[in-house]
């Protein structure tokens, strides 16, 4: 009998030797940013004791690393009730995520005094519930406007995304303009071709200046007075009466923390220095980045775009519908929740209430579409060799090794926008799924984003091996 005893105390001692071990491994993929390799294991942890707090927080903060911040949301709520501390930050960031702005505030009521009774500084939480109570204000005021078109596209494509009319100006990067890859601003050029909007690097931040053409050259340019002087100013876009301005700007006071939000201001002609910016509230920004806002208004047409719910170098352009002045919904007569899933633009569908109007702005859409076309040069592709060089056409290679690197590179790329489509739809799946669903498709999107981080590594290296490959014929 005592032999038995004996027996069942080491394999007790063994297993909790075990699971001690497997607890101290997942523990440190978690400390080292590892989030989905520790997931696994911090799930069996909760399943086996789900009353222990700190599992709880471990789970539910992989759940939120991960993108899944539903499911993390009664995990993190179990381990706030009960007093972790590093719970809350996670669990504030999953409500404000899902615009449940007065959870949050309350969330961090709860968090303060708790940080107060730790002894412990509460500047940043203090800072953190005026935005939150900021948000809860815009998602009172949400705009009612017509989205009747949302596409994803690299962010490096973005600007191709927007087809505004001649009338309305034109877009363009410092990059190419300057022929600069370490510009990394954004250009308006006025329809008369006369006056750019650009954005540059001022004392390590962007912010935006004006250049005039005198005859055949450019005026130094200047920066414009009364922007936000915090973060970087970008994405400029001027309306045709010369004196609107909308830009995004990145600083504390955004939506996102330090994300971008979309901003209007308008010029004093009297001064010459801009009035004090306003947010442009929901639908156009969210907790993420929000930025180049443009309105063609001689085709009643507006863009911006957003990175919410995207993976990393992907963007999704939102076209709509101007109001001639701004219409909000009456919170009193809607439903909470309406409003707040029309302010996340989770399906633009539940911004339409008249088919006519939407199917009319597609019709000009599409016009505006045609006449581009018929406008753009007859280029096959374009890519840059060197300062002197950038090639159009297949047979503009004169090493044959390197055309064929080239070929190899146009592949990979199409597959890697194939991939990034399949991750897009995922993620689309994902955040609309069920807990069960999500958990479904989460090792599939992680699997996903790992190839596709890999791809890029690839095609960086090929796009090099084809330049130098060149070079050698050229040289």
Known sequence: MNKKYL?????????????????????????????????????????????????????????VETGADSLAVPYLKKAAQRKVLEAYPYLIRCQANQYLFDEAIETYDNYISLLDSKKKPTDEAMSGQQKMQTASLMLKGTEDICVVDSFVISKDKLLEAYQIGPDAGTLETCANFFNDENQKGTIYQNELGQKLYLSLNDNGRLNICTSDKLLDKWSNPSPVAGLQEEGDNNYPFMM?????????????????????????????????????????????????????????????????????????????????????????????????INIRQIAMLHSIRKTWKDESIVQDAIARMQKIASQSRKQAPDHAFTFVIDDRNVYHKLEDFRSKEARNLFMQWVQKSNDLESLRTRIATLRRAYIAGDEGRKQNLAPELLDLEKREEQMCSELEKLE?????SEKKQLH
Not at 39 to 54: E, G, M, T
Not at 241 to 263: F, K, M, P, V
Not at 264 to 290: C, H, I, Q, W
């Open 7 to 63: 027996l069942l105390t080491i394999l007790s001692i063994t297993a909790c030797c075990i699971q001690a071990q497997s607890l101290s491994s997942a523990r440190a993929l978690f400390n080292e940013g590892k989030y989905s390799e520790a997931l696994p294991a911090f799930r069996k942890f909760v399943k086996q004791s789900p009353s222990n707090a700190n599992y709880n927080y471990w789970y539910g903060a992989c759940c």
């Open 240 to 336: 045709a009466d010369g004196i609107t301005l909308y830009y995004a700007n990145n600083s504390s006071e955004s939506l996102g923390g330090s994300g971008y939000d979309i901003y209007v201001t308008r010029l004093n002609t009297s001064t010459n220095r801009f009035l004090k910016p306003e947010n442009m509230g929901m639908p156009y920004n969210s907790p993420a980045n929000d930025y180049m806002m443009a309105i063609d208004e001689f085709n009643n047409l507006g863009w911006f775009a957003s990175d919410r719910y995207q993976p990393e170098g992907k963007v999704c352009v939102y076209v709509f519908v101007p109001n001639e002045s701004r219409q909000t919904f009456d919170y009193n007569d809607s439903t909470a």
């Open 464 to 468: 090099l091996s084809v330049r130098a």
